[in-house]
């Protein structure tokens, strides 16, 4: 019986650590490489050693620096990023709010019309919504990355679900006490709804940060292009050096990694409740 | 989802006792609440949404704007008989019928291993979920790299176990296949995570009894654990698919559509025709066709779960 069970733990990191291996590689081999000079990161290929980071020259970074305005493409990104995440989160909860807990008429219709919403797919409304924000002279401005995707149906679906679960005392009473609505909703309800809050906000982050069909349409000056749109481009731009993309992309990537370390908790509660709710 | 409007009505009590004024002040304060992010979604969403249906039935060329008119449904007519669109929806489908199950297994598998109760177990699932932390256009870039035919680590690698070498996205006959095998390695630890959340909702007492009945590893699988998370299961693979008939970036970086118009999809398409080629027209058509199977796909999702929970 212990013997069995030495055998099956044996058989389970086997096959874990192989999993991991082709999960990782691609990855290591980026960092790695970032490292590495031209005619090593080449010569590596057919050895182990292109996984070994035997050398740590910052050359492909200052590379990268030099070709293309890669802070700048950061900035953009989080800064554009961001302002959706914020402008989101009051705007979609204090719709859910009024879903959730007051009285109007048309309420169920408009909230059962949001939840429609959901199921159009971005990639179906790319050009008219273009077509839309050329018509305000908006394309090539933070607004055209920004305004468009504040309001989220799912984000107030998810907002309405949570509140809907709150317990109603604490409101009653504060509005006994004579607090108006928008009062109760910011001292009361966002306090307790924090997690909501942080899952909400990570994923639109996330989702955005990785955003790229729009910006590319609706960015082609350098001055607003986010990082993901910039990586496409300094890709294609000759000459194509190995070393050089890996570092950006090395660059490109820490940031979500840094996102995810802090955050993994709610990161994956978020996915799972995602998943679990529907 | 679930119909979440049914239950709205018992949860909160009309206020009998407020007075009229205040009940006008209330009802300010929720139109208020409400309509920042009502005429955002109007404007931004169900807007472009009928033009979208509305340009479908024209002519619009994007630089010759004044000669649009209407003309029923030639474009969807020209759809039928554009050998690349078509070509593209095959593509398309090709995508969708492998990603799909082979990704929902994946995930399925990984999770069953990543659920184990044995130390370390953290770092392998952070493992499988990197890929997914990195964003999409890095991860292709990177596997564009990989997939070189002449320099790069795929072949090496498959080289060592005798195989290859390949000429992955340069070919017809293997770019898409690439481009599948690239998505699957880089969406599997999402899925993995819903799966996980999923497995540790199942009560440890099920598989003690089962034990006790002296049921197999096996068994357990098949009669315990897919019932209990059947649900996600079916969620997941909607979820999936529906992303898997967006698929855009990976062609668009890796190959642009090419060899051949191999690796072509339907979204690549609606870009191609609309930005490229200006024919908003056309690319309209092609975006609401689109649509169509999003929304067959998610009314598919929601009968499906129904049954299963019935």
Sequence with gaps: ?278 | MEPVTQKTNESRPLPTVSPKQKKRKNLFASYGFVSPAMILLFVFLILPAILALYYSFTNYYLLTPEKMKFVGVENYKRLAEDDIFLKSLGNTALFVIIVVPVQTLVALALALLVNQKVRGIKFFRMAFFAPVVTSMVIVSILWTFIYNPDNGLANSILNIVGLGPFQFLTDKDQAMYSIIFMSIWQGAGYQMMIFLAGLQEIPDHLYEAASIDGASAWQKLIHITIPGIRNILVFIAIVTMIAATKLFIQPFVMTQGGPLDSTKTLVYMVYETGFKFRDVGYSSAIAILFFVIVLVISILQRKFIKESTE
């Design chain 1, 1 to 278: 019986m212990k013997k069995n069970r030495l055998l099956k733990l044996i058989g389970l990191y086997t096959a874990l650590t192989l999993l991991a291996l082709l999960f990782l590689f691609p990855l290591v081999w980026m960092i790695v490489s970032s490292f590495k000079t031209e005619p090593q990161i080449f010569a590596d290929l057919k050895s182990f050693k292109a996984f070994v980071p035997y050398t740590f020259s910052l050359d492909n970074y200052t590379g990268v620096f030099e070709r293309i305005p890669f802070i700048r493409y950061l900035l953009t990104s989080t800064l554009y990023v961001s302002v959706i995440v914020i402008l989101g989160l009051f705007v979609n909860s204090l719709a859910a709010y009024a879903f959730a807990r007051m009285q109007f008429k048309g309420r169920d219709f408009l909230f059962a019309a949001v939840v429609a919403l959901i199921i159009i797919p971005f990639e179906s409304i790319l050009l008219p919504l273009y077509l839309i924000i050329d018509e305000f002279d908006w394309l090539n401005t933070y607004q055209a990355l920004i305004v468009p995707f504040i309001a989220n149906a799912f984000n107030i679906f998810m907002f309405r679900q949570f509140f809907l679960n709150l317990p109603k005392e604490l409101e009653e009473s504060a509005r006994m006490d004579g607090a108006s609505t928008l009062r109760i909703f910011f001292q009361i309800v966002i306090p307790l709804s924090k997690p909501v809050f942080i899952t909400v906000a990570l994923l639109t982050f996330i989702t955005h940060w990785g955003d790229f069909m729009w910006p590319l349409i609706a960015t082609t000056d350098e001055s607003v292009r986010p990082l993901q749109v910039g990586m496409q481009f300094f890709f294609h731009q000759p000459p194509v050096k190995y070393g050089h993309v890996m570092a950006a992309l090395t660059m490109a990537t820490v940031p979500l990694l840094i996102i995810f370390v802090f955050f993994q908790k709610y990161y994956v509660q978020g996915i799972a409740s995602a998943g679990m709710k529907n």
